[in-house]
């Protein structure tokens, strides 16, 4: 079972953002690029980074040298907005069971779903995407050490 509330767009979102940061250029990264080394559907990555556009998060660029880059100050965004961008704000469902007679104002896990979902905005918040590629990196050294 999922808790998270997380969409899968919204996880395709936070990648993507780090796949452009590790790149480490400031030139337009092509989304068939991120889509094949990603293993994700190009058009799919395409409508989710234009939906970061708008909010500030990535810039879109057309044509034979397009592609998509990070806004300035990339750095301390944090993972919550771009979560956000792609799924709106993160709120207790009411109900972990998802019982139609379940009332969320009524549930007895109202107040757990509340208090995770408070504490998910809080952590992700504070996590900001720079702390994400540096975490991912490492992560992908240490695998390529293992092998």
């Known amino acids: 079972m999922i808790v998270t509330g997380i969409s899968e ?29 990603m293993r994700v559907s190009p058009s799919h990555l395409a409508k989710v980074l234009q939906r970061l ?7 879109s660029k057309r044509g034979a040298n397009g592609g998509f880059t990070l806004t300035s100050g990339w750095q301390n965004i944090p993972l919550y907005e771009i979560i956000k961008a792609v799924d709106g704000r ?6 972990l069971l998802g019982s139609p007679f379940c009332g969320k104002d009524t549930c007895i896990f109202r107040e757990l779903s509340n208090m995770m979902a408070e504490e998910m905005v809080k952590e992700l918040t504070a996590a900001t995407l720079k702390k994400f590629v540096k975490t991912q990196m ?10």
């Open 9 to 37: 767009a919204a996880s395709l979102a936070v990648h993507a953002c780090a796949y452009i940061a590790s790149q480490g250029k400031s030139e337009p990264v092509s989304a068939i690029r991120m889509a094949e080394d």
């Open 138 to 147: 490492e992560s992908i050294m240490k695998k390529r050490e293992d092998v």
């Open 53 to 59: 556009v708008p909010h500030g998060i990535v810039i």
């Open 90 to 95: 993160i709120e207790g469902s009411g109900c």
